[in-house]
Structures are given as C-alpha cells and as structure tokens.
C-alpha cells in the first residue's frame, strides 16, 4: 500500500518496479482511482505494511498472479465481453486505464 498511499493520502503518481527486469515504472492515478482507493482501504481497513490487495489465502499475503487473471476473467464477463480477448497483459499495458481497449481511436464505446 506505501506504493500509492502516504500519511493517509492517495498520491496522484506512483512508481513500481518491474519484476522481472527491476526497472521502476511510474504512473498516474486519476482523481477517480484515487477516490476509488481511498474508499478500498478504508473499506479493507489496510495498514501502511500491507498489500494494497492482500490474499485472500493466509500463506500469500498478496494477490497470486493466478488470483488477479480470475478477477480480471469474471470482470470482463461481466461486462459482456469476451475473456478470452481482454486479459491481465491487455490490463497491465493500458497504463492503469482498463477502459481503454474497450474504445476506438475516436473515443466511441466498442
């Protein structure tokens, strides 16, 4: 959580590294992701030390790979899209904006 939050604030950047090259990204968090967070911790109830989105599994303290492909799985179906077309890497390449494969160039809803 210390990756986006700070003495109870949501930061308008945030940086990461990458796990397999350990190369730092930063991105930024729109006023609504930011809204969005600030009610998921306090909904969560979160501390500064821990995942942002912890395990549901007491062994992990953080979400598994596998965990975050379901949820993104269930979100798209959800939506009526097709699972098999949006995935984790589509998610992860849209630079925190999951809407985004979903519009043409022109901004119209696909």
Same mark, same amino acid.
Not at 4 to 11: D, E, K, L, R, S
Not at 17 to 28: A, I
């Given at each position: 959580? *210390?990756?986006?939050?700070?003495?109870?604030?949501?930061?308008?950047?945030?940086?990461?590294?990458?796990?397999?090259?350990?190369?730092?990204? %930063?991105?930024?968090?729109?006023?609504?992701?930011? @809204?969005?967070?600030?009610?998921?911790?306090? *909904?969560?109830?979160? *501390?500064? @030390?821990?995942?942002?989105?912890?395990?549901?599994?007491?062994?992990?303290?953080?979400?598994?790979?596998? %965990?975050?492909?379901?949820?993104?799985?269930?979100?798209?179906?959800?939506?009526?899209?097709?699972?098999?077309?949006?995935?984790?890497?589509?998610?992860?390449?849209?630079?925190?904006?999951?809407?985004?494969?979903?519009?043409?160039?022109?901004?119209?809803?696909?």
């Amino acid at each position: 959580m *210390k990756d986006v939050a700070h003495g109870g604030q949501i930061a308008r950047r945030a940086i990461i590294l990458q796990r397999k090259t350990q190369r730092p990204v %930063q991105f930024e968090l729109t006023d609504q992701t930011r @809204e969005s967070l600030a009610t998921w911790i306090a *909904k969560a109830d979160l *501390k500064p @030390e821990q995942y942002l989105f912890p395990s549901r599994l007491r062994a992990s303290p953080n979400l598994s790979t596998r %965990q975050y492909a379901r949820i993104v799985d269930r979100w798209v179906s959800s939506i009526g899209l097709d699972p098999t077309t949006y995935g984790t890497l589509s998610m992860r390449r849209t630079n925190g904006d999951p809407w985004r494969p979903l519009f043409t160039s022109s901004g119209q809803l696909i």
